[in-house]
């Protein structure tokens, strides 16, 4: 460490050599500083880099005791460092870890996972991690948004048409798009219809929405994907105001595209992008659904429904529910926060007797009654707000399954689950500090933390979804409101 009367100070705008260790909790690249200005020990969190890189950065502010900074140049690539495979990285703001090699993103996972578990003061015998079997064209659903305010790159000539783009907007700018020609991320026939609804709209002179004036006909493209059953969805999101030229747009990519299974269009003016379920929507081509099959199930996805987006892994998940579900003997599962009956599905499927899903979503309890009826299952399922359910059921179920949204479970119900008289919980986790916290206080009332599976769902991001293993150490209490 450089000698602290003789080191150079570190301000604002300070251009200094940074040496990446690793992630921080949010996936931004973090390291440290390099001699001679080494003697300021803070972390310095980067807007780009790979573990092991040296690189030249300008400091921009100090925020909570860490520096964050620009990089300005990689002066030395670490060992983990690839060529990132989109010829959009950098700019999109989808995926951010691209330019680093898929073992190194998994080993900085499961370093995350690690800390947080032990952060929590918990202990578990068995973690491991099930990489994905592909890091690109993994995602069955992608969502793009059109825009009338394209991002313009550094290369292009002044007066360019910026008036018109369709794909993502750049990390941090809610009101630009990024034009893509292509997303590694999405099933692989998404760049032929992100070509062709781009060349359509532009045929028939569709405007693209500005989010800042709160106009413009075209606000986002949805596609999905059932890898299995190869059925693809395309749905159109406009503001309504000229339904008669979505129909020509829509008609044009039909005839570009016929193997999509089904084209529909929505109606949003909210100010936000968020569609939500009730919206209104028309079929234009085909059943306005697909279908996709896991674990030997075979589900109807409506166009906004939930469904794990990794069809691979959601494969891995499925099996180990099933096989948590099994080594206990259960023949009774309760799946809290069900959706369309995913786990409620692949556990009935697997052979448990009685297997009840609990959902808020009036929709996907629908859905999940539908998927049972047409694969011959036994289920059933509830519609209600789980705090309120948890506390009026009357049968003691030997396993649980939770899989809330990344809030995690509403406090009364947590205290249900804890309450539950279930020898097993299985924890289904999508952000990983609220239930992390949960799982304490579930050890705390006599849970024992038992397994911990990452199921790496996102290969060139920082997003994680856990598996955890709960068994009851204590015998069972009766239920506060059992029979
Ligand atoms: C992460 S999704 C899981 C869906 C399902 N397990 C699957 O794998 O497809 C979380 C689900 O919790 C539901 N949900 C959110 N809040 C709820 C609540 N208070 N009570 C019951 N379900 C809730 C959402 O509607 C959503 O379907």
Redesign the pocket.
């Known amino acids: 460490m450089a000698d602290e009367a003789s080191a150079p100070a570190t301000t604002r705008g300070s251009r200094v050599p940074v040496l990446l260790a690793g992630f921080d909790a949010r996936g931004r690249p973090m390291g440290h500083l390099q001699p001679p200005w080494d003697a300021d020990q803070r972390v310095v969190i980067l807007d780009a880099g790979s573990p092991g890189d040296l690189v030249e950065a300008e400091l921009l502010r100090r925020r909570r005791g860490q520096w964050e900074a620009r990089r300005l140049a990689t002066l030395s690539a670490g060992p983990t460092k690839v060529v990132a495979p989109c010829t959009h990285f950098g700019v999109c703001g989808g995926c951010r870890w691209q330019d680093t090699s898929y073992p190194a993103q998994l080993g900085a996972k499961e370093a995350a996972l690690r800390t947080i578990i032990s952060g929590a003061g918990l202990t578990v015998a068995e973690m491991r991690s099930v990489p994905a079997p592909s890091s690109e064209r993994y995602r069955n659903r992608v969502e793009f948004s059109f825009g009338a305010r394209r991002w313009v790159l550094p290369d292009e000539p002044d007066g360019v048409d910026r008036s018109f783009a369709l794909g993502l907007h750049p990390a941090g700018r809610f009101d630009r798009i990024l034009d893509l020609d292509a997303c590694l991320l999405a099933f692989p026939e998404a760049d032929d219809l992100l070509r062709v609804v781009r060349e359509a709209a532009r045929r028939h002179g569709a405007s693209a929405h500005d989010p800042v004036r709160h106009e413009g006909l075209l606000r986002l493209l949805l596609l999905r994907k059932g890898f299995n059953t190869g059925e693809i969805l395309v749905e159109l999101v406009s503001d309504g105001s000229a339904d008669a030229l979505v129909q020509q747009v829509a008609d044009d990519v039909h005839l570009a595209c016929p193997w999509i299974t089904t084209l529909t269009h929505v109606t949003h003016q909210g100010h936000n992008d968020a569609v939500n379920e009730g919206a209104q929507r028309t079929v234009l081509w085909g059943s306005g659904v697909i279908s996709e099959r896991v674990a030997g199930v075979n589900f109807r996805i409506q166009p906004r429904?939930?469904?794990?987006v990794n069809t691979a892994q959601?494969e891995v998940?499925a099996q180990l529910v099933c096989s948590a579900a099994a080594e206990i003997g259960a023949q009774h599962v309760q799946?809290?926060?069900?959706?369309?009956?995913?786990?409620?599905l692949v556990l009935a499927r697997a052979g448990v007797k009685r297997v009840l899903?609990?959902?808020?979503?009036a929709a996907?309890v629908e859905d999940a009654q539908w998927n049972a009826r047409a694969n011959g299952l036994n289920a059933e399922f509830i519609s209600?707000?789980?705090?309120?359910?948890s506390a009026e059921l009357r049968e003691t179920p030997d396993m649980l399954?939770l899989?809330?949204?990344?809030?995690g479970?509403?406090a009364a119900?947590l205290d249900a689950a804890l309450r539950s008289g279930a020898r097993r919980i299985v924890y289904?986790a999508?952000a990983l500090d609220a239930s992390v916290a949960q799982v304490k206080t579930l050890v705390a009332g006599g849970w024992r933390l038992t397994r911990v599976t990452l199921v790496d769902q996102f290969p060139h991001t920082a997003h994680m979804e856990v598996l955890l293993v709960l068994d009851r150490t204590e015998p069972s209490c009766p239920q506060a409101n059992g029979p």
């Open positions: 429904s939930f469904f794990q959601a998940l799946d809290w926060c069900c959706g369309a009956g995913f786990f409620a899903g609990i959902e808020l979503s996907a209600g707000d789980i705090k309120v359910v399954v899989d809330p949204p990344r809030a479970l509403p119900a289904v999508c």
